[in-house]
């Protein structure tokens, strides 16, 4: 299970550059700057019994689209055992699923082996513009050289502290074993051009601290508190979303003959909560969807 730490340790490291999104190089993607909106997909899975092996993979660097889905179905056997994995997912601003199910069982009190995996790493990324006619506009870079001493007024007469919330269904996870195991992780950013901020506590690198990094390594979901973050009139507040689901299955005539693990996150999402003042503010994403709090 080592490939756990591994994999959330970069996952850690993807999302303390958010603008970058360097998880892209360890999913064989091109480097760079995410679209203003789009998903990432990156799926493996596999079922082995005997000689019979079964495996997918999909792969999906950023792409500027609504929404993503899929599912695929694994199933391996012999006489003496047999196993599946299989899963479903969803990447959409409305909400990131992923559902898996690893199960089987030895056939034979004498013989029989079999393993399987299935990890589904998802991302959606927007960009939020706020605007508010009660409020002056953000000024622009260029404007500094021409009014130097009343600039940083102009900034903070135009600056809106807004909070946004990490919403999800309440996750189902069960069936955990010594050979039959899963670690889910929720990363949430949101940044804009005078702050940022995430959601989830856990130690990060060195000069992290709880307040600014984030994820909950196995564990089925997480719970927070809304994060608060400031934007500028007329300018706009990056979100990105991962949800991580490592699951890993084995089975053994004498130590694990049988197992049956689901591990799903469901619905996981940003949304933006009203604030009092401006009264007037409204909210444009790139991906045209709404993300106010209901």
Same mark, same amino acid.
């Given at each position: 299970?080592?490939?756990?730490?591994?994999?959330?340790?970069?996952?850690?490291?993807?999302? =303390?550059?958010?603008?970058?999104?360097?998880?892209?190089?360890?999913?064989?993607? +091109?480097?760079?700057?995410?679209?203003?909106?789009?998903?990432?997909?990156?799926?493996?899975?596999?079922?082995?019994?005997?000689?019979?092996?079964? $495996?997918?993979?999909?792969?999906?660097?950023?792409?500027?689209?609504?929404?993503?889905?899929?599912?695929?179905?694994?199933?391996?056997?012999?006489?003496?055992?047999?196993?599946?994995?299989?899963?479903?997912?969803?990447?959409?601003?409305?909400?990131?699923?992923?559902?898996?199910?690893?199960?089987?069982?030895?056939?034979?009190?004498?013989?029989?082996?079999?393993?399987?995996?299935?990890?589904?790493?998802?991302?959606?990324?927007?960009?939020?513009?706020?605007?508010?006619?009660?409020? +002056?506009?953000?000024?622009?870079? $260029?404007d500094e050289i021409n009014n130097r001493d009343?600039?940083?007024?102009?900034?903070?007469?135009?600056?809106?502290?807004?909070?946004?919330?990490?919403?999800?269904?309440?996750?189902?996870?069960?069936?955990?074993?010594?050979?039959?195991?899963?670690?889910?992780?929720?990363?949430?950013?949101?940044? =804009?051009?005078?702050?940022?901020?995430?959601?989830?506590?856990?130690?990060?690198?060195?000069?992290?601290?709880?307040?600014?990094?984030?994820?909950?390594?196995?564990?089925?979901?997480?719970?927070?508190?809304?994060?608060?973050?400031?934007?500028?009139?007329?300018?706009?507040?990056?979100?990105?979303?991962?949800?991580?689901?490592?699951?890993?299955?084995?089975?053994?005539?004498?130590?694990?003959?049988?197992?049956?693990?689901?591990?799903?996150?469901?619905?996981?999402?940003?949304?933006?909560?009203?604030?009092?003042?401006?009264?007037?503010?409204?909210?444009? =994403?790139?991906?045209?969807?709404?993300?106010?709090?209901?």
């Amino acid at each position: 299970m080592n490939n756990f730490a591994t994999r959330f340790t970069l996952l850690l490291f993807v999302l =303390s550059l958010l603008s970058s999104v360097q998880a892209q190089v360890g999913a064989g993607c +091109p480097n760079g700057e995410p679209p203003a909106f789009g998903y990432f997909v990156n799926i493996s899975a596999d079922a082995g019994v005997g000689k019979d092996h079964k $495996k997918t993979a999909e792969k999906t660097c950023w792409v500027v689209a609504q929404s993503k889905s899929g599912q695929d179905k694994l199933e391996s056997q012999d006489p003496y055992a047999d196993l599946t994995s299989e899963y479903s997912y969803t990447v959409a601003p409305s909400g990131i699923s992923a559902s898996v199910r690893l199960y089987g069982q030895v056939n034979n009190v004498k013989r029989g082996f079999g393993s399987g995996h299935a990890n589904i790493w998802l991302m959606w990324h927007d960009t939020l513009t706020f605007r508010s006619k009660s409020m +002056p506009l953000a000024p622009e870079p $260029k404007d500094e050289i021409n009014n130097r001493d009343g600039f940083e007024l102009l900034v903070a007469k135009s600056i809106i502290n807004v909070k946004v919330k990490l919403l999800q269904d309440p996750p189902q996870c069960a069936g955990e074993s010594a050979n039959f195991r899963y670690a889910t992780g929720v990363l949430v950013a949101a940044r =804009s051009g005078t702050s940022g901020a995430s959601i989830g506590p856990w130690q990060g690198p060195e000069g992290s601290t709880q307040e600014n990094w984030f994820v909950k390594m196995d564990k089925c979901g997480i719970k927070s508190d809304p994060i608060s973050t400031t934007v500028l009139n007329g300018k706009t507040l990056k979100i990105h979303i991962t949800v991580d689901n490592v699951t890993q299955s084995y089975l053994d005539f004498k130590e694990s003959p049988e197992g049956h693990l689901k591990a799903d996150l469901s619905n996981v999402r940003l949304c933006v909560v009203r604030p009092a003042k401006p009264a007037d503010l409204t909210i444009t =994403s790139a991906s045209g969807a709404n993300y106010w709090c209901p």
